[in-house]
């Protein structure tokens, strides 16, 4: 059974960075594969956040382009996602995504091949 765990989230200045993490068990060496975070703000729409593929390919959201960087531990099977230049708007609950079986994520983050975990909440005041 893969599990999927995030932690990181926390309350933070317009401005402010923060570091999010995912760790991954169940499947060796998930985190080789397609992993990726997603959010959904109270009253909004999920919305796919980063992705980073087997080869190390990403893809960002426009909106973070520039401010957030994903990147992976394979030995220790575990996703980051650093977060700077915070702003209001990026207040949301962060998911994390992990499909341990394909080497490119395809579709949306929170699909059926994805496994995802409970979430860490990221607020953002101006």
């Known amino acids: 059974q893969v599990q999927v765990v995030e932690s990181g989230g926390d309350s933070v200045q317009a401005g402010g960075s923060l570091r999010l993490s995912c760790a991954v068990s169940g499947y060796t060496y998930a985190s080789r594969n397609c992993m990726a975070w997603f959010r959904q703000a109270p009253g909004k729409e999920r919305e796919g956040v980063a992705s980073?593929?087997?080869?190390?390919?990403?893809r960002y959201t426009d909106s973070v382009k520039g401010r957030f960087i994903i990147s992976r531990d394979t030995a220790k099977n575990t996703l980051y996602l650093q977060m700077d230049s915070l702003k209001p708007d990026d207040t949301a609950m962060y998911y994390c995504?992990?499909?341990?079986?394909?080497?490119?994520?395809?579709?949306?983050?929170?699909?059926?091949?994805?496994?995802r975990g409970q979430g860490t909440q990221v607020t953002v005041s101006s």
């Open positions: 980073i593929n087997r080869d190390g390919g990403t």
């Open positions: 995504a992990a499909a341990p079986t394909m080497p490119v994520c395809v579709g949306v983050y929170w699909g059926a091949n994805y496994y």
